[in-house]
């Protein structure tokens, strides 16, 4: 295992392996801790750092940029990438909204108007399954374990949502998945949509009508994991997959 300081080669790895928007949003995210650390000591750009697993190029290895607010993991097995989750993107808003220096924050956006379209798209009769607590807490997250536990999915089952509202089930999906290289991200989305409607589920926590407000909601199938909670001004967004780290090569 190689570590080294974030600035070492990222800009080239993340061109390899992030699409336009993720090639926007992660140096984003990394640069918007330098507005955080003047609120907060230990934060900053230059607090990322670079892992590097086994040898870059052989049969088998690996690499992983961390920080504040952006976690990013990338496995190849026999020359191709086969997994690159866990992904995690985080920003917090400290200055007003149209200040360039938020481009973290805002670029990431689109992953809760998406989800509030959805919940509030939803009649009474899906409401009641979809809203899974009226306030959030931690309790309600589960992707903070090490090994992705997927047995027990609450919430609206895709298969009870109409054809509009699974649209923007799938337009938040690729939001998520969006973020990388295009043949990455089709396999995933393809892998999603396979998936028996009855055995993926959207869940909501918090307030859904107010902006600002703290609120949280969850993607969740046989083999993935969307998590996202929003204090109001500090989000969290996580995508993993029961193929975290290449635990399991299904990606063909």
Known sequence: MLRLPASYGVSRRFKRVLSEPGFVAAPAIMSDQDVLAKHEEGLGAGYFWLTIYGEPG?????????????????????????????????????????????????????????????????????????????????????????????????????????????????????????????????????????????????AWAGNRTERGAEHYYRLQGPTFLIEYSNSGSHLHSVWRDRNDFGAAVDFE
């Open 58 to 202: 052989h049969e088998q290895w690996a690499w992983r940029l961390g920080g504040h607010h952006l976690s990013l993991h990338f496995t190849y097995i026999d020359h191709k990438l086969i997994s690159c989750t866990p992904a995690f993107f985080g920003a917090e808003q400290t200055l007003s909204p149209d200040n360039p220096q938020e481009a973290g924050y805002k670029l990431l956006v689109n992953r809760q108007e998406l989800a509030r379209s959805l919940v509030n798209s939803l009649n009474p009769q899906q409401s009641q399954r979809a809203i899974i607590a009226r306030q959030v807490s931690q309790n309600l997250v589960i992707s903070k374990a090490k090994k992705l536990a997927l047995d027990k999915p609450i919430g609206l089952p895709l298969s009870a949502m109409t054809e509009n509202q699974r649209r923007l089930f799938f337009k938040l999906i690729e939001e998520y998945a969006g973020v990388f290289k295009a043949a990455t991200a089709q396999k995933q989305i393809e892998k999603l949509k396979n998936s028996e409607p009855g055995k993926v589920y959207f």
